[in-house]
């Protein structure tokens, strides 16, 4: 399933933008949102309606439940889903324009909006909620916004796929981290400082993981923990591919030809690019 993969990796570059682009935050604010965080779960669970918490903890079980509920449902007295909206279009507009520059209006931007509008159409929405909640939108009519959006879609698609294969496994989300961590997949840092547990959630995390045989007392994976994290990103890609295998390879290919120089441009993705932005797990 290297395809599900590779084109995942292209989306993924092109949607993340909205994580960094300082037009984006700017608007973000503006619609009464206080901080990162608040931010970054707010605009990201908007489409679902101003839902509690727990449901929020339930589509993003990576990030511990207190670092999710300083955000919700605060945001929600501060701000609207709808504000939240069309706050986050406004500042991704601005964002892309500063970002592309002379792309803005090129034909691989146009070609690859209708590419991933194509796409998100073949995939079904069951069990992935995120997805179906930005599919429920409407599509911008500015190519490289309905870019943006659908590039959204297909990322969230993919995040529904993988908390599949992860409950598949039996992880908790403490536990998707540390083993991710364990296998060198991610970098340390993502334990606490992105994904909000405690070093005494990370322990216990690390302790369930020892009993299963998946790491050693040292904290790294063993031939079993390999394997069943290698499951877990195989099943990711299994579900993910679908809707790839819908257009067939000429059209995926070219769309990784339309988006090639498109996100050459862009900042590196700290899930893609993480071996360059942070110290080894090993220094």
């Known amino acids: 399933m290297r395809r599900a993969r590779l084109m ?3 989306v993924e570059r ?9 037009e984006a935050r700017e608007a973000g604010a503006a619609a009464g949102l206080r901080g990162f965080w608040m931010n970054y779960f707010a605009t990201r669970s908007a489409p679902l309606g101003p839902v509690p918490a727990s449901v929020v903890e339930s589509l993003f079980f990576y990030y511990a439940p207190a670092r ?10 501060y701000s609207t889903p709808a504000q939240v909206l069309d706050a986050r279009y406004e500042g991704m507009d601005a964002a892309l ?12 931007v146009r070609r690859s ?50 908390l599949i294969a992860l409950t598949a496994a039996g ?35 690390y302790e369930r993981l020892r009993s299963r045989g998946w790491v050693d007392a040292d904290g790294q994976a063993t031939a079993a923990g390999s394997a069943g994290r290698a499951e877990v990103e195989a099943m990711t890609d299994r579900l993910d591919d679908v809707h790839w295998a819908a257009i ?6 070219a769309l990784l030809a339309d988006m090639a120089p498109i996100n050459a441009g862009l900042p590196k ?3 893609i690019d993480w071996r360059e932005l942070y110290p080894a797990n090993n220094d």
Do not use: K
């Not at 998100?120 to 500015?142: I, K, M, N, Y």
């Not at 536990?175 to 400082?193: C, K, L, N, T, Y």
């Open 171 to 205: 992880l908790d989300g403490c536990e998707s981290v540390v083993s991710q961590v364990a296998v060198d997949e991610a970098p340390r840092e993502w334990i606490q400082e992105e994904a909000g547990w405690t070093e005494t959630e990370a322990a216990d995390a």
């Open 14 to 22: 092109y949607h993340q933008l909205c994580y960094w682009a300082p």
């Open 113 to 162: 909006a209708e590419t991933v509008r194509a796409v998100c159409e073949a995939a079904d929405p069951v069990g992935r909620l995120l997805f179906a909640g930005w599919a429920s939108l409407d599509w911008p009519e500015e190519p490289h916004l309905a870019l943006w959006h659908g590039c959204t879609l297909l990322r969230e698609y993919r995040s529904g796929c993988h």
């Open 68 to 77: 999710v509920r300083r955000a919700i449902p605060d945001a929600w007295t």
């Open 8 to 10: 995942w990796e292209w």
């Open 248 to 253: 067939g390879d000429d059209a995926a290919d």
């Open 269 to 271: 993705d700290d899930q």
């Open 97 to 108: 324009r500063r970002e592309l520059g002379e792309f803005i209006d090129s034909d691989s």
